[in-house]
């Protein structure tokens, strides 16, 4: 759970956890933040931010507010802010947000988007 | 924060709909739709609604389910909770203020012989989500003596109480004997 303790500030607005034993197959939506440590497929819709720890598998298409990846994610991210791809996290799949940061070590495949005004206009 | 002791919770702001599978305790505060599967234990807080085929090994219900939950231990709707739907488990505890609607099926239920619900009772306790002891262990075994012990206590008690009750009792007596 060292992971968790890395951004504690951030996380703790964090009032939903997906543990890392969790499956879910299917849809999440809220207006709250959302950590992922388990396996999600389907669709996530959020208006805050969605962090994927470093056990957390996502097979869906995610439209957030943020995006923070440690883990792995196989779809496409749409996010209003920012999508942060850290480092060892595995992401396959198209990202459109203003601002994307890839650390080094981070494994990306893709297209990338920063074009907002084109994300609004479609 | 209960971020990081291998629980999950759903916050109020969330709705999952489609599958839930898990090994371990999950908490509810918002809305899980679809059907839900854990080896553990499903705490559904006060705000959380619960749209669900459950399966689980225990269940304590404060918020709202609908739909039938079967648990291989036990299943409790607290005096908060409301339910509708069947419930199926070994144990069933419903407390004073629950609403609950449906069936309720716990096996094999043996009206004969008076103590079938000994070994369920000795079965793995439940984990201690609520802070109220329950002395569970105690209060079920000596169901039984405790009724034996009733029935001699009844005649210790003070004479019951004079007037009204008596001439009701006498009224009642004065018809019988007319007819």
Redesign the interface.
Known sequence: ?AG??KVPAQ??G??????????????????????IQ?TVK?RIGLRESLFVESSGVIEADIETANVEVSGQVTGNIAASDKVELKADCKVVGDIRAPRILIADGAQFKGNVDMDVKELKGK | MATSDGSTIIGESILISGSLNGDEDLTVRGRVEGTLTLTKTLLVEPTGIVKAEVQVRNCVIAGAVVGNVTASESVEITNQGRMVGDITAPRVIIVDGASFRGRIDMGEVDVEAGQPREAVRAAPSRPALRAAPRQAAPAAAPRAEARKAEEPAAPAKPPAPPAPVAMGAVKRKVIVKRK
């Open positions: 759970m968790i303790e996380r703790a964090a009032h939903t956890v997906i543990g890392s034993s969790i499956v879910i197959d299917g849809e999440i939506s809220g207006d709250e933040d959302l950590v388990g389907g």
